[in-house]
């Protein structure tokens, strides 16, 4: 299968900056679409950003200006640069890949992967 190996989390001050990264690991065919979504305590996972491989990006209301979501797909890597933090950003962080992997010759299947997630702590 394909792993997601997330980095980058830490602690910003307000109107401060972090970049996430996730890589990709495993026998990649294809990645189609990263995805980034947060889950605060108490809350429900939301979706922040997710861009596809055919250059589209999508971003929730609340990041939109600040956030910037980008893939390398030669590093099998997606990126997540997060600008003008506020504390209600708090949260962690945990992106999606979907796509597809080999299992051999003529042998592609579908995945869908999350990285473990990586925490992000603005402070006011």
């Known amino acids: 299968q394909v792993q997601l190996v997330e980095s980058g989390g830490g602690l910003a001050q307000t109107g401060g900056s972090l970049r996430l990264s996730c890589a990709a690991s495993?026998?990649?065919?294809?990645?189609?679409?990263v995805g980034w979504y947060r889950q605060a305590p108490g809350k429900q996972r939301e979706l922040v950003a997710q861009?596809?491989?055919?250059?589209?990006?999508n971003y929730a209301d609340s990041v939109k200006g600040r956030f910037t979501i980008s893939m390398d797909n030669a590093k099998n890597t997606g990126y997540l640069q997060m600008n003008s933090l506020k504390p209600e950003d708090t949260a962690v962080y945990f992106c999606?890949?979907?796509?597809?992997?080999?299992?051999?010759?003529?042998?592609?299947?579908?995945?869908?992967?999350w990285g473990q997630g990586t925490q992000v702590t603005v402070s006011s």
């Open positions: 495993g026998s990649i065919y294809s990645i189609n679409a």
């Open positions: 861009a596809t491989s055919g250059g589209s990006t």
């Open positions: 999606n890949a979907e796509g597809k992997y080999s299992r051999g010759f003529f042998n592609v299947l579908d995945f869908n992967s």
